[in-house]
């Protein structure tokens, strides 16, 4: 499962691109989204990568942004007693569920990540020292950052 969090605004940006934020749902900066591994995901990752990182999320980071950050219907929050006895995360991770379909509000907002993002910035890709693209694993860091 990935999780893809927005990092640039919408000043400047071809509608194309736009229209594809709105599918995946990040609509602002610093929001999450958690998008199962296909390849029409994919291919509408690649297509925003200059607005957006991403990479794969692991179980215990999962656990504690869904803890944290996670919302249900009505803006309240979720208990770890009711996260364990519904096996959330199991059921994410493995079942490909949505977080739709388990009651839970799509997207996750976060604050900015505590110290900034990398030292390039957020126009350079992150294999660069910037913020943007594929980050694999150490998407769980910046994450945890920003929870």
Not at 23 to 52: A, G, R, T, Y
Not at 100 to 129: A, H, Q
Request: zero cysteines.
């Amino acid at each position: 499962m990935f999780a893809v969090i927005r990092v640039k605004g919408t000043v400047g940006i071809n509608p194309d691109n736009k229209k594809t934020l709105d599918l995946l749902m990040l609509h602002k900066p610093n929001h999450l989204v958690l998008i199962q591994k296909n390849d029409s995901n994919e291919k509408m990752i690649k297509k925003v990568e200059p607005f957006i990182t991403w990479g794969e999320i692991e179980e215990k980071t999962l656990e504690k942004l869904l803890i944290k950050r996670a919302r249900k219907s009505g803006n309240k929050r979720i208990e770890e007693d009711e996260l364990k006895k519904e096996k959330i995360v199991q059921k994410l991770l493995k079942e490909n569920k949505k977080l739709k379909d388990l009651g839970l509000k799509p997207v996750i907002r976060l604050n900015p990540p505590s110290k900034g993002f990398e030292t390039k910035g957020i126009k350079k890709n992150y294999s660069m020292g910037g913020a943007i693209g594929y980050r694999g694993q150490d998407i769980n860091t910046l994450i945890k950052r920003m929870m």
